[in-house]
């Protein structure tokens, strides 16, 4: 029996194994579970979540994917409370991979262009309510132009620490056959402008090198936890299977993993992330709680559901309860 159920008197959906375990998915776009890229952050007393929806299939209405928005007060139930479309040329193809943080009482945005090959880049907006954004004029506000990649950005982390921002982000080799993530730099003053944002270093930070991550590193998220900073990666490409790692800095620059095997795997035949578990987010919680959120599916992408798990430290090491 399939994992989700279809309805059309509902545009989320959402539902709980017996352990209370977060699953969730939009069927606004497809009329069927579909949501992927989640980031989690707390705003005004209640938590919200955004994450990429795809385009309408045999509809001109929508034409290219989109962010929805999903609000929880216990981050388990999430309902969805609405969306961003395009909203500027740049942005026609589609908008996606969210990436949001708090600054004083705004929310800032990050997410890339999508379908546009190797001139998708990192575009950023702000809002007051978390759910209708004003784009940054510098659109798009980072577009890598090394040598040692193609010269895409895409699956935007924005994190501060030590006093400055750090922007992660996918990008490709030159001849676009590999995925690694790369580093720019902001102060802490920034205004998040095009012109803020300065390559913190001239090679990729993080690339593949074991089995498991195939060809592929992508969508990092970063914690700082202690003396260390903690990325949260996805290993090789969508439901390759796509499967989380975890690396660790002092520097948020110079990084090492932490094992030769994922810290979360993809599922067994029959579960629900027996494609993959992929796309990391991990979040802190305002009473010091962390959690992994991670999209998976079991039918090679036809859905794509959210879910999250409980990631406990003993020292400087993350780790997952049997």
């Known amino acids: 029996m399939k994992s989700y159920v279809i309805s059309i008197l509902v545009c989320f959906y959402s539902a709980f194994s017996l352990a209370q375990t977060m699953m969730f998915g939009d069927t606004s776009r497809l009329g069927r579970p579909f949501s992927k890229d989640p980031h989690v952050i707390t705003f005004k007393g209640k938590y919200l979540m955004y994450y990429s929806i795809p385009p309408k299939e045999n509809s001109t209405e929508v034409a290219g994917w989109g962010i929805g928005v999903a609000e929880s007060r216990n981050l388990n139930k999430w309902e969805r409370v609405g969306e961003i479309t395009p909203a500027a040329p740049y942005e026609a193809k589609g908008l996606c991979a969210p990436c949001a943080l708090v600054r004083e009482d705004t929310v800032h945005l990050f997410y890339q262009t999508y379908g546009n090959g190797k001139k998708d880049a990192v575009c950023h907006a702000w809002s007051v309510?978390?759910?209708?954004?004003?784009?940054?004029?510098?659109?798009?506000?980072?577009?890598?132009?090394?040598?040692?990649?193609?010269?895409?950005?895409?699956?935007?982390?924005?994190?501060?620490?030590?006093?400055?921002?750090?922007?992660?982000y996918a990008t490709r080799t030159p001849d676009y056959s590999t995925q690694v993530i790369g580093v720019a730099v902001a102060g802490k003053g920034t205004s998040f402008n095009r012109e803020t944002w300065k390559d913190a270093c001239d090679r990729a930070i993080l690339v593949p090198q074991y089995p498991w991550e195939g060809k592929c590193v992508e969508g990092p998220s970063v914690i700082p936890m202690g003396d260390w900073m903690f990325m949260f990666y996805a290993?090789?490409?969508?439901?390759?299977?796509?499967?989380?790692?975890?690396?660790?800095?002092?520097?948020?620059?110079?990084?090492?993993?932490?094992?030769?095997?994922?810290?979360?795997?993809?599922?067994?035949?029959?579960?629900?992330?027996?494609?993959?578990?992929?796309?990391?987010?991990?979040?802190?919680?305002?009473?010091?709680?962390?959690?992994?959120?991670?999209?998976?599916?079991?039918?090679?992408?036809?859905?794509?559901?959210?879910?999250?798990?409980?990631?406990?430290?003993?020292?400087?090491?993350?780790?997952?309860?049997?």
């Not at 759910?131 to 501060?160: L, M, Q, S």
């Not at 290993?235 to 499967?243: K, L, T, W």
């Not at 992408?301 to 003993?314: E, H």
Request: charged fraction near 20%; include cysteine; charge should be neutral.
């Open 235 to 322: 290993g090789a490409y969508n439901n390759d299977p796509q499967q989380i790692g975890v690396a660790r800095s002092k520097d948020g620059i110079h990084w090492e993993k932490m094992s030769n095997k994922p810290f979360l795997a993809n599922g067994d035949a029959g579960s629900w992330n027996y494609c993959e578990s992929g796309h990391p987010h991990i979040f802190k919680s305002p009473q010091g709680k962390t959690y992994l959120f991670y999209q998976g599916n079991d039918d090679f992408g036809k859905t794509w559901f959210l879910s999250n798990i409980r990631i406990f430290w003993k020292g400087d090491k993350p780790y997952l309860e049997n």
């Open 129 to 168: 309510d978390g759910i209708n954004f004003v784009r940054n004029a510098t659109n798009p506000v980072y577009v890598p132009t090394a040598t040692w990649n193609c010269g895409r950005a895409i699956d935007a982390e924005v994190v501060f620490c030590r006093d400055k921002y750090y922007l992660y």
